[in-house]
Structure formats: C-alpha cells, structure tokens
C-alpha cells in the first residue's frame, strides 16, 4: 500500500515549456485534490476532483488544467510554464469530498522551478 | 465561507517545555477542524482532527487540541517538547458541506531547542 505517489519529485522548466504532474492513489478514494505550496501561504487548492469523472476549480486554478484518467490517477498540466509557477505541488486524496471524512492524505510532492 | 488563522509564524521552545500553536477559526456551517504536521523536505500528515464528537482531540505524537466554539479556537498543545517535533504546522478547517475544500492556515514554524 504505496499511500499517494507523485511523480516526478524535481523538475526544472524554462518559461513556455510544458508538462504534466502525474498522481496516484491506491487507497480507492473517490476525491483528489492538487495544492500548490509557496513560502508563508500555506497550501493553496488548485483544482479537485470530487469523484470520478467530474473537477473543480480551487482557489488559484489559472495556468494549469487537470484531468481525473480514473479513479487511481489525477493529472495536473501545465500547458505554457511561468515563473510564478515556481512551487510546490502535494497530490491528495481524501474518501469523499464532505467535511468529517475529509481527512487528506497527501502525497511527497513535486518541486518545480521555472526559468 | 470558512477560514483559519495561525497566530504564530514561528514558535521557539527549548526541549522538554510545552508547546502551543495557536489557530482561531471561521466557518459559517459546523466546521471540522484539523492539524497537519509538515517535516523539511516531506509531505504533510495528519496529526489530529476534531469533526463535532469530544472537543478534546487527541492525535499522535502525545499532540492534543481542544476546540472551543465560544472563541473560535482550535489551539494544538503538548506537555513536552521533544527534538523530533521541530517541524511545519498547518491549522486547517473545513464545513460538513458536501463539495467545500479544506481551507489551510499559513503555517507555524516550531522551532525546539536543546
């Protein structure tokens, strides 16, 4: 039992570039959530996935575009790098979507610096 | 709408000493509450939640914190500070909604000194 895994752990971007940030979880939860981390604000939702087959938008969704491929995977792509994307990213995954049983559980993380 | 404030950035504690992380709340529904504890370089974990059952919780670690609904408080103690608990401490509340997020505070730095 892997917990959530992300991948990759570091990347380096230049500014325009592309990529996506790969999630998964194999505790068969129904809702998925990326956070972005930046020094002295906390955890910032960026989009979630409620159950299967349907997203949402966080709190600083601009820039980035996700897709749940399954119940397992949620991905997060950046489709045109920024430096102000410079962050880190936790993937989460929590039983369902709905106060007391919304305990997360995250996973290591993504460190990603744009040039 | 809910949200937190953690009142410390940073803590500083010398081993053995208490410690108390202080979080005040708002939430318009009944809201669950939880603390979050990030070690350098790891991702976060749960240390404890309180979702309206006792408001004395008691998490891992010999961590505890007791909701207080007439001060919006959700305070985190520990009777004893060890080395170990040097870390990033995130104050985090949500509301029995379907469909809300978990809303999280900025953070406090515990510093523990030998």
């Known amino acids: 039992n892997a917990g959530v895994t992300q991948t990759p752990k570091f990347q380096v971007l230049k500014t325009g570039q592309s990529m996506t940030l790969q999630c998964a979880q194999d505790m068969n939860h129904n809702s998925m959530y990326w956070y972005r981390q930046d020094p002295g604000m906390g955890l910032r939702l960026i989009y979630y996935?409620?159950?299967?087959?349907?997203?949402d938008k966080g709190e600083v969704p601009n820039g980035y575009n996700v897709s749940r491929l399954n119940k397992r995977e949620f991905s997060l792509r950046l489709e045109s790098a920024a430096p102000s994307q410079t962050s880190v990213y936790f993937c989460a995954s929590s039983e369902f979507n709905s106060g007391s049983q919304e305990t997360q559980y995250f996973g290591p993380g993504t460190r990603l610096l744009v040039l | 709408a809910q949200s937190v404030t953690q009142l410390d950035s940073h803590v500083s504690v010398s081993e053995g000493t208490p410690v108390l992380l202080r979080c005040n709340y708002s939430?318009?529904?009944?809201?669950?509450l939880f603390w979050y504890v990030q070690h350098p370089n790891k991702g976060l974990q749960l240390l404890l939640k309180?979702?309206?059952?006792?408001?004395l919780v008691k998490g891992i670690n010999g961590f505890e914190a007791e909701f207080k609904k007439s001060e919006t408080s959700f305070h985190l103690t520990k009777p004893s500070a060890h080395m170990s608990d040097a870390a990033e401490y995130f104050c985090?509340?949500?509301?029995?909604?379907?469909?809300?997020?978990?809303?999280f505070g900025k953070g406090t730095t515990l510093s523990v000194s030998s």
């Open positions: 939430s318009s529904y009944s809201p669950s």
């Open positions: 309180y979702t309206s059952a006792a408001t």
């Open positions: 996935s409620a159950s299967e087959g349907t997203t």
């Open positions: 985090v509340v949500t509301s029995n909604q379907a469909g809300t997020a978990l809303i």
